[in-house]
């Protein structure tokens, strides 16, 4: 086996030979894409091409979609590269073109760019010998080797016969059956004439290490003889649930010539529910969806606008903001490292002050525009069919029903026909149903045919905030760039001070709120946006909801804009709000296009209704209301509609860092005078803005406003606290066995249990904890992430079913009672959310809810169950990034593990887990503390955690010292003989 990859020859690899002359690397391996191993030397080849893995995988079609540039033409599935590029069609148009045959693939959707048969990803030209060294390649091609030797070891040799070539499946087993212990039988056996052969040895391990499995393997007899097979009875000694996978080596030596090798079995097992298995597992393989061929030079013949879209009359129009076509073409090629330095070079002003302050993020959002645009790309539509009804034509829509895409009327969508058509036509959508869409199209469109579809991003939101970042202010100095000199107070008001009669009579028990409320009561004009710093649980949005009151009781004349990122949390403000104010006092203005169910209905009478749309009333009615409240990428409305500049007294902005600079801008910038007090509560420490484009977050986009301007002086905790900012920390929420770990984490340790025992103690003693009075759970489940389909989010059945299994325990525990509305499980990903519900509906159980992180920021649970999903056995190729994905961000993990008020539950694979510093540090939090269920941790728990250590390198340096050390004994064995022969004098030479 070659010990360093490098010095292997790629073009030799990929692209069927060396053109190079006096090329010093090595040319005797082969490539096999289908299967991704490299065979070294090169005759190991026949001998994989002819195993029962290969040709299984290439009757399945598992080769890449690439392009080759001779040839121009994409290959069909059922065809290899480099099947192609030797075959004589290749060889005679490379001729004809005068090339060389011996090239590398294309990415189809790229075609500048190759494709790396080995990662399977798409590399810019310019990065392709960068990346045939980059460290990333050489581990995946060095993965390629280990496999093809490991493929090598489970054949059958010197004439012996292992039964269970493609390994010991033992399928999925019931829980009940694994305590039983299963077994399965294995048999060895000679072909007839073979000399006899003794198995020395039978081993088990985990994986490619030296460590116990979880099987066990036994023996009849050792001496194997021509006509009598001897059985090996391997036994599975795992009985919780998850997957399990181990390795069977069997020891032989040939009795004639003393020498050993090795047979390799692999051995798999699922402990678990094969009805969840049934229900669950993946309707097909998952395939990287392609896009639609499209031609971009075709011209565009408009459809009809709905005329819901010119329902309101805007003063103010919104300004185009399209993207610079010399920023979407460098936004086209080169590397991630490339793009940015590029845009920081040639669009970045050097400074960011007040005056470039706009320039900046406009850049930062056509960046993020172009992601969202290139996203929905993964949702084009090949060879669609339209069905006429009357003037609209019906689309059926893939994934609609779960807003993959995200759909609503007046949205627009692009169909071309196949041919010489010559045109784009672009349909308007009138109405969204379940599964479908019914759209517009200009008159002279043809139904009767196929079409390829796209859909097209709506650029209105974030037009609304180019709009926010071009318009002028009198007010950008502190609202933007706040120094010292604009602090909302003086001096910070104790508590005494300024006696206020409280609507939440609560508040007078929480000083830090107490101080809030009456801080934001006082804020002087021209100060910098006040903050209200919110801890999980600490009762920001109580806070901001007794400011405005107060406000509203003291000031009758103030108006007062109370904006949130989202609809829920801008709906949680308006129902706070409505036990006060009547209906002529407070609008909830909702976006048009809003979906009706989804307004609760006691804001029904706060809102404005017409024919199946949300309505804005005319100006001077807007201009009565005391409180207005709005998402803020809405409420540029008031800009838009003509609302003075300054009608507005107050401004508040609810979990203001979930939000993008620009988007909070859109509440802020356009309508704020000199007198205008900014107030924004929220935790830079939660989830901040979701943010597509790694280039943008890059850029600074993924920094929400809040975060940014509390890394000012002004926001100092020495000299702010009081003055510009006031942090809360009574958290209300979790028992302390839940917070103590967050908290010292995230926030020094300040944050004080208060919340109710009668809640917080409530499932003390239940049968779902481990230690019976601590309400925290780590459960240890070895699963596997899968995909399916064209979907590229992940799922794990073995989690989704130990998920149902814990709420069953909870529901089912009549001493500690709890309804399934007071149960949350939060997973990473929608495919697992999806199987999850898809479990609850199967048992009948209701009103769990069960989403992503972002869906319960600013929501509790008396239970949180967290899902973790990520599991893979693969740990020579172990990243935080890639191999955590979502799991491996602070944020979420902060978000997650504090929704819980009463029991808290995290189901994982902790191995993978472990990658990462602040998830290693919170396992061993709870295996310190007795809540550990499942296989014991595969690290030293009592070892203090670096949190800047890079485990996963650690991890995968000692996959790769385990797996050099196994093809070391897979290589040749051992030379018993020569062993014995050691003691044993030379014969002198006469």
């Given at each position: 086996?070659?010990?360093?990859?490098?010095?292997?020859?790629?073009?030799?690899?990929?692209?069927?030979?060396?053109?190079?002359p006096?090329?010093?690397l090595?040319?005797?391996a082969?490539?096999?894409e289908?299967?991704?191993?490299?065979?070294v030397?090169?005759?190991?080849w026949?001998?994989?091409?002819?195993?029962?893995?290969?040709?299984?995988?290439?009757?399945?079609?598992?080769?890449?979609?690439?392009?080759c540039?001779?040839?121009?033409?994409?290959?069909?599935?059922?065809?290899?590269?480099?099947?192609?590029?030797?075959?004589?069609?290749?060889?005679?148009?490379?001729?004809?073109?005068?090339?060389?045959?011996?090239?590398?693939?294309?990415?189809?959707?790229?075609?500048?760019?190759?494709?790396?048969?080995?990662?399977?990803?798409?590399?810019?030209?310019?990065?392709?010998?960068?990346?045939l060294?980059?460290?990333?390649?050489?581990?995946?091609?060095?993965?390629?080797?280990?496999?093809?030797?490991?493929?090598?070891?489970?054949?059958?040799?010197?004439?012996?016969?292992?039964?269970?070539?493609?390994?010991?499946?033992?399928?999925?087993?019931?829980?009940?059956?694994?305590?039983?212990?299963?077994?399965?039988?294995?048999?060895?056996?000679l072909?007839?004439g073979?000399?006899?052969?003794?198995?020395?040895?039978?081993?088990?391990?985990?994986?490619?290490?030296?460590?116990?499995?979880?099987?066990?393997?036994?023996?009849s007899?050792?001496?194997?003889?021509?006509?009598?097979p001897?059985?090996?009875?391997?036994?599975?000694?795992?009985?919780?649930?998850?997957?399990?996978?181990?390795?069977?080596e069997?020891?032989?030596?040939?009795?004639?010539?003393?020498?050993?090798?090795?047979?390799?079995?692999?051995?798999?097992?699922?402990?678990?529910?094969?009805?969840d298995?049934?229900?669950?597992?993946?309707?097909a393989?998952?395939?990287?969806?392609?896009?639609?061929?499209?031609d971009?030079?075709?011209?565009?013949?408009?459809?009809?606008?709905?005329?819901?879209?010119?329902?309101?009359?805007?003063?103010?129009?919104?300004p185009?903001?399209?993207?610079?076509?010399?920023?979407?073409?460098?936004?086209?090629?080169?590397?991630t490292?490339?793009?940015?330095?590029?845009?920081?070079?040639?669009?970045?002003?050097?400074?960011?002050?007040?005056?470039?302050?706009g320039?900046?993020?406009?850049?930062?959002?056509?960046?993020?525009?172009?992601?969202?645009?290139?996203?929905?790309?993964?949702?084009?539509?090949?060879?669609?069919?339209?069905?006429?009804?009357?003037?609209?034509?019906?689309?059926?829509?893939?994934?609609?029903?779960?807003?993959?895409?995200s759909?609503?009327p007046?949205?627009?969508?692009?169909?071309?026909?196949?041919?010489?058509?010559?045109?784009?036509?672009?349909?308007?959508?009138?109405f969204?149903?379940?599964?479908?869409?019914?759209?517009?199209?200009?008159?002279?469109?043809?139904?009767?045919?196929?079409?390829?579809?796209?859909?097209?991003?709506?650029?209105?939101?974030?037009r609304?905030?180019?709009?926010?970042?071009l318009?002028?202010?009198?007010?950008?100095?502190?609202?933007l760039f706040?120094?010292?000199?604009?602090?909302?107070?003086?001096?910070?008001?104790?508590?005494?001070?300024?006696?206020?009669?409280?609507?939440?009579?609560?508040?007078?028990?929480?000083?830090?709120?107490?101080?809030a409320?009456?801080?934001?009561?006082?804020?002087?004009?021209?100060?910098?946006p006040?903050?209200?710093?919110?801890?999980?649980?600490?009762?920001?949005?109580?806070?901001?909801?007794?400011?405005?009151?107060?406000?509203?009781?003291?000031?009758?004349?103030?108006?007062?804009?109370?904006?949130?990122?989202?609809?829920s949390?801008?709906?949680?403000?308006?129902?706070?709000l409505?036990?006060?104010?009547?209906?002529?006092?407070?609008f909830?203005?909702?976006?048009?296009?809003?979906?009706?169910?989804s307004?609760?209905e006691?804001?029904?009478?706060?809102?404005?209704y017409?024919?199946?749309?949300?309505?804005?009333?005319?100006?001077?009615?807007?201009?009565t209301?005391?409180?207005?409240?709005?998402?803020?990428?809405?409420?540029?409305?008031?800009?838009?509609?003509?609302?003075?500049?300054g009608?507005f007294?107050?401004?508040?902005?609810?979990?203001?860092?979930?939000?993008?600079?620009?988007?909070?801008?859109?509440?802020?910038?356009?309508?704020?005078?000199?007198?205008?007090?900014?107030?924004?509560?929220?935790?830079?420490?939660?989830?901040?803005?979701?943010?597509?484009?790694?280039?943008?977050?890059?850029?600074?986009?993924?920094?929400?406003?809040?975060?940014?301007?509390?890394?000012?002086?002004?926001?100092?905790?020495?000299?702010?606290?009081?003055?510009?900012?006031?942090?809360?920390?009574?958290?209300?929420r979790?028992?302390?066995?839940?917070?103590?770990?967050?908290?010292?984490?995230?926030?020094?340790?300040?944050?004080?249990?208060?919340?109710?025992?009668?809640?917080?103690?409530?499932?003390?003693?239940?049968?779902?904890?481990?230690?019976?009075?601590?309400?925290?759970?780590?459960?240890?489940?070895?699963?596997?992430?899968?995909?399916e389909?064209?979907?590229?989010?992940?799922?794990?059945?073995?989690?989704?079913?130990?998920?149902?299994?814990?709420?069953?325990?909870l529901?089912?525990?009549?001493?500690?009672?709890?309804?399934?509305?007071?149960?949350?499980?939060?997973?990473?990903?929608?495919?697992?959310?999806?199987?999850?519900?898809?479990?609850?509906?199967?048992?009948?159980?209701?009103?769990?809810?069960?989403?992503?992180?972002?869906?319960?920021?600013?929501?509790?649970?008396?239970?949180?169950?967290?899902?973790t999903?990520?599991?893979?056995?693969?740990?020579?190729?172990?990243?935080?990034?890639?191999?955590?994905?979502?799991?491996?961000?602070?944020?979420?993990?902060?978000?997650?593990?504090?929704?819980?008020?009463?029991?808290?539950?995290?189901?994982?694979?902790?191995?993978?887990?472990?990658?990462?510093?602040?998830?290693?540090?919170?396992?061993?939090?709870?295996?310190?503390?007795?809540?550990?269920?499942?296989?014991?941790?595969t690290?030293?728990?009592?070892?203090?955690?670096?949190?800047?250590?890079?485990?996963?390198?650690?991890?995968?340096?000692?996959?790769?010292?385990?797996?050099?050390?196994?093809?070391?004994?897979?290589?040749?064995?051992?030379?018993?003989?020569?062993?014995?022969?050691?003691?044993?004098?030379?014969?002198?030479?006469e």
């Amino acid at each position: 086996m070659v010990a360093n990859v490098e010095q292997l020859c790629p073009q030799q690899l990929f692209a069927g030979g060396c053109s190079q002359p006096n090329c010093p690397l090595l040319h005797h391996a082969r490539f096999c894409e289908i299967c991704s191993i490299v065979c070294v030397p090169a005759h190991l080849w026949s001998s994989h091409v002819s195993g029962r893995q290969h040709r299984l995988r290439a009757a399945a079609g598992n080769s890449t979609l690439v392009l080759c540039p001779v040839c121009k033409i994409r290959l069909p599935g059922e065809t290899t590269w480099l099947e192609h590029i030797a075959s004589a069609a290749h060889q005679t148009a490379a001729q004809t073109a005068r090339l060389s045959p011996s090239v590398c693939p294309r990415d189809p959707a790229n075609p500048a760019n190759n494709f790396c048969l080995v990662c399977r990803r798409s590399i810019p030209s310019s990065s392709w010998a960068a990346h045939l060294r980059a460290e990333g390649h050489q581990k995946a091609q060095r993965n390629a080797l280990y496999k093809a030797r490991f493929e090598q070891a489970e054949r059958d040799r010197g004439g012996v016969s292992v039964a269970h070539e493609d390994g010991i499946d033992f399928g999925i087993v019931s829980v009940e059956e694994a305590r039983r212990g299963p077994q399965k039988k294995i048999t060895v056996s000679l072909s007839p004439g073979s000399q006899p052969v003794l198995i020395t040895k039978v081993e088990t391990f985990a994986g490619s290490t030296r460590k116990p499995s979880d099987f066990t393997a036994s023996i009849s007899a050792q001496r194997v003889k021509a006509g009598r097979p001897v059985d090996i009875i391997v036994r599975l000694t795992q009985k919780l649930r998850g997957r399990y996978d181990g390795r069977l080596e069997i020891t032989f030596q040939d009795v004639s010539t003393q020498r050993s090798f090795v047979v390799i079995r692999q051995l798999r097992a699922v402990v678990g529910s094969s009805a969840d298995h049934n229900l669950l597992r993946s309707a097909a393989p998952y395939v990287r969806r392609g896009r639609a061929p499209w031609d971009s030079g075709r011209a565009i013949v408009e459809g009809e606008r709905p005329p819901t879209l010119d329902a309101v009359r805007w003063v103010k129009k919104l300004p185009p903001s399209l993207i610079p076509s010399t920023l979407a073409g460098i936004l086209d090629t080169g590397s991630t490292r490339e793009v940015v330095n590029q845009i920081r070079n040639q669009f970045l002003p050097a400074n960011f002050d007040s005056s470039t302050h706009g320039q900046h993020f406009r850049v930062r959002l056509w960046v993020e525009e172009h992601r969202m645009a290139e996203d929905l790309r993964m949702y084009d539509i090949e060879g669609a069919r339209f069905v006429q009804e009357g003037r609209l034509w019906t689309l059926p829509v893939p994934g609609l029903a779960e807003k993959r895409p995200s759909v609503v009327p007046g949205d627009t969508i692009l169909a071309q026909m196949g041919g010489s058509d010559g045109r784009t036509n672009r349909g308007f959508v009138h109405f969204v149903n379940r599964d479908n869409i019914r759209v517009a199209f200009h008159s002279s469109f043809r139904g009767n045919a196929r079409y390829n579809v796209r859909f097209e991003y709506n650029r209105t939101p974030i037009r609304r905030q180019h709009q926010a970042l071009l318009a002028p202010s009198t007010s950008s100095q502190r609202l933007l760039f706040p120094a010292p000199g604009y602090e909302g107070l003086h001096q910070p008001i104790s508590a005494a001070h300024a006696p206020v009669n409280l609507f939440n009579a609560l508040i007078s028990t929480n000083p830090a709120q107490l101080q809030a409320v009456k801080s934001i009561q006082h804020l002087r004009e021209g100060s910098a946006p006040f903050i209200v710093f919110g801890p999980p649980g600490t009762g920001k949005t109580v806070t901001i909801v007794e400011a405005i009151l107060q406000i509203l009781h003291r000031q009758p004349d103030a108006r007062i804009l109370a904006c949130a990122p989202s609809n829920s949390a801008a709906d949680l403000i308006a129902q706070r709000l409505t036990d006060r104010l009547h209906s002529l006092e407070l609008f909830r203005c909702n976006a048009v296009f809003r979906e009706r169910l989804s307004l609760p209905e006691d804001l029904v009478a706060y809102s404005r209704y017409h024919e199946g749309l949300f309505r804005i009333p005319p100006l001077d009615v807007l201009l009565t209301y005391r409180v207005i409240v709005s998402t803020c990428g809405n409420a540029s409305f008031a800009y838009n509609l003509g609302v003075p500049n300054g009608h507005f007294s107050h401004v508040f902005i609810d979990e203001a860092g979930q939000a993008s600079e620009p988007e909070v801008l859109c509440a802020i910038k356009t309508i704020a005078a000199p007198t205008t007090r900014v107030i924004l509560s929220g935790d830079p420490k939660q989830l901040g803005p979701v943010i597509r484009s790694s280039i943008a977050r890059e850029l600074g986009l993924g920094t929400s406003y809040l975060e940014r301007l509390m890394d000012r002086l002004v926001y100092d905790s020495a000299t702010g606290q009081g003055r510009s900012f006031v942090k809360l920390v009574k958290n209300f929420r979790s028992h302390n066995a839940i917070l103590e770990y967050p908290n010292e984490q995230f926030y020094g340790g300040e944050l004080e249990v208060c919340g109710s025992p009668a809640t917080i103690n409530s499932l003390i003693g239940s049968p779902a904890l481990v230690n019976a009075r601590w309400p925290v759970v780590f459960h240890y489940i070895s699963g596997q992430d899968e995909r399916e389909s064209t979907s590229p989010s992940y799922f794990n059945i073995d989690e989704a079913t130990e998920v149902l299994e814990y709420i069953k325990t909870l529901l089912n525990d009549e001493r500690h009672p709890i309804r399934p509305e007071e149960i949350g499980v939060i997973a990473p990903y929608y495919a697992q959310v999806r199987k999850i519900r898809l479990l609850l509906r199967r048992e009948n159980i209701e009103d769990v809810k069960v989403g992503s992180v972002e869906e319960f920021q600013g929501q509790e649970r008396r239970v949180i169950i967290i899902s973790t999903v990520r599991s893979t056995r693969d740990m020579l190729s172990y990243d935080a990034k890639f191999t955590l994905g979502f799991v491996s961000n602070p944020r979420r993990f902060n978000v997650g593990v504090t929704r819980a008020q009463a029991l808290l539950v995290v189901i994982g694979d902790a191995s993978v887990l472990s990658i990462d510093p602040l998830w290693r540090a919170f396992m061993n939090y709870i295996h310190s503390n007795g809540g550990w269920r499942g296989s014991a941790p595969t690290w030293d728990t009592t070892a203090a955690v670096n949190m800047g250590a890079n485990y996963a390198e650690e991890m995968r340096e000692a996959a790769a010292a385990d797996m050099d050390a196994l093809m070391a004994r897979l290589d040749e064995g051992e030379d018993l003989e020569g062993q014995a022969n050691m003691d044993r004098a030379f014969q002198e030479v006469e």
